[in-house]
């Protein structure tokens, strides 16, 4: 009899920790759903917040937020996005580094370097992108001239900007 009672204590040992684990599993499962439910709903409150942000930098013509939230975008590969709000900032505040923004998420949307992906460009947004990256350039913006010089080559001076906005607007 003793090996059957300890065959049935293992039997419901067994049989507990495998209820156990089911509900464990079960809960984990629940709780996975309400983080996937939960991180959803940050990341949506994430870009509220960060539309609220960009939009007050942008009328107050602020530098420092415009550049955090651009920072967050371009760094999480989210460039195409923010192009409107960089497209405004770089109208309406003249901005430099906004300009280059527009280039950047132009310039960096194929997996190919800036210069080669701007050979395989239709025109006008090889103008579109070039125009900004030049503007930036004659603002003085130090990240422009790196792409210039890539561009143009070192020590060449390279159109202004304006050539490439005539370019964009022929049909």
Partial sequence: MLPLKVGNDI??????????????????????????????????????????????????????????????????????????????????NNSAEACYHIYTIIAYSTPKEPKEALNI?????????????????EMGFESSKFQVNEIFGEGNIPPKSSFYLQEFTKE
């Fill in 11 to 92: 039997i419901k040992t067994l049989t507990l920790g495998l209820n156990i684990s089911l509900v464990i599993f079960c809960s984990c499962n629940h709780s996975n759903k309400k983080a996937r439910e939960i991180s959803e709903g940050i990341e949506i409150q994430d870009k509220y917040m960060l539309n609220k942000m960009v939009t007050s930098a942008i009328d107050s013509n602020d530098t420092v937020t415009y550049n955090e939230v651009a920072s967050y975008y371009l760094l999480h590969n989210l460039g195409e996005e923010f192009l409107f709000s960089a497209f405004i900032m770089a109208n309406k």
């Fill in 121 to 137: 460009m239709d025109r006008k947004t090889k103008n579109f992108a070039l125009y900004y990256l030049l503007k930036s350039y």
